[in-house]
Antibody, heavy 128, light 110 residues
Framework: QVQLQESGPGLVKPSQTLSLTCTVS??????????WSWIRQHPGKGLEWIGY???????YYNPSLKSRVTISVDTSKNQFSLKLSSVTAADTAVYFC????????????????????WGQGTTVTVSS | EIVLTQSPGTLSLSPGERATLSCRAS???????LAWYQQKPGQAPRLLIY???SRATGIPDRFSGSGSGTDFTLTISRLEPEDFALYYC???????????FGGGTKVEIK
């Protein structure tokens, strides 16, 4: 059974870069059809998709965060990571990693099976 | 960008009652791309429904999804105590491969 676990600093200073890693256990990050995702939830608010990455390295980002976000994958460690630059207090949130399943072929995706596995989430506070 | 609007914001019901949650899209969404999640306080969301109407693994059959185009519904046929939670709809955007969440509906005990 696949499990995800987020790790990284819980406190980041304003203007610095937030860095988180998600470790995948119980399965290979290189398996086809899976898009490894980051989602965040501001305190008392709804869910916001940040972006996801395929094991090949293809990335897709939320347009509203794209200029500050980098998601990368390390298949040798079965991990993927999030970097969010120039953070402010507005980036304070619980950050989740999750697995999205998409049936894609020829550059198009035809079926979305949802975000079926989630990490427990990690709280990141931006404060000096 | 497709916007998902969930209603009502809060649904106050008693155990055993039927819950009907709405998710309306700002433009047509393929049923193949629509999912629903449940979230309890302090927990990660849990996938309930994908493809608008297919239950995820282990989800009880009191949960059902329906709809097409711009209007989708999550129905809980008879509320159990553990069903009082937040519910989110979510869609995959085929044009830009972006994921979008609705604002959520809270189902609370009346």
């Amino acid at each position: 059974q696949v499990q995800l676990q987020e790790s990284g600093p819980g406190l980041v200073k304003p203007s610095q870069t937030l860095s988180l890693t998600c470790t995948v256990s119980g399965g290979s990050i290189s398996s086809g059809g899976y898009y490894w995702s980051w989602i965040r939830q501001h305190p008392g608010k709804g869910l916001e998709w940040i972006g996801y990455i395929y094991y090949s390295g293809s990335t897709y980002y939320n347009p509203s965060l794209k200029s500050r976000v980098t998601i990368s994958v390390d298949t040798s460690k079965n991990q993927f990571s999030l970097k969010l630059s120039s953070v402010t207090a507005a980036d304070t949130a619980v950050y989740f990693c999750a697995r999205a399943i998409l049936n894609c072929s020829g550059g198009s995706c035809f079926y979305y099976f949802g975000l079926d596995v989630w990490g427990q989430g990690t709280t990141v506070t931006v404060s000096s | 960008e497709i916007v998902l609007t969930q209603s009502p914001g809060t649904l106050s019901l008693s155990p055993g009652e039927r819950a009907t949650l709405s998710c309306r899209a700002s433009q047509s969404v393929s049923s193949s791309y629509l999912a629903w999640y449940q979230q309890k306080p302090g927990q990660a969301p849990r996938l309930l429904i994908y493809g608008a109407s297919s239950r995820a693994t282990g989800i009880p059959d009191r949960f059902s999804g329906s709809g097409s185009g711009t209007d989708f519904t999550l129905t809980i046929s008879r509320l159990e105590p553990e069903d009082f939670a937040l519910y989110y709809c979510q869609q995959y955007g085929s044009s830009n491969r972006a994921l979008t969440f609705g604002g959520g509906t809270k189902v609370e005990i009346k």
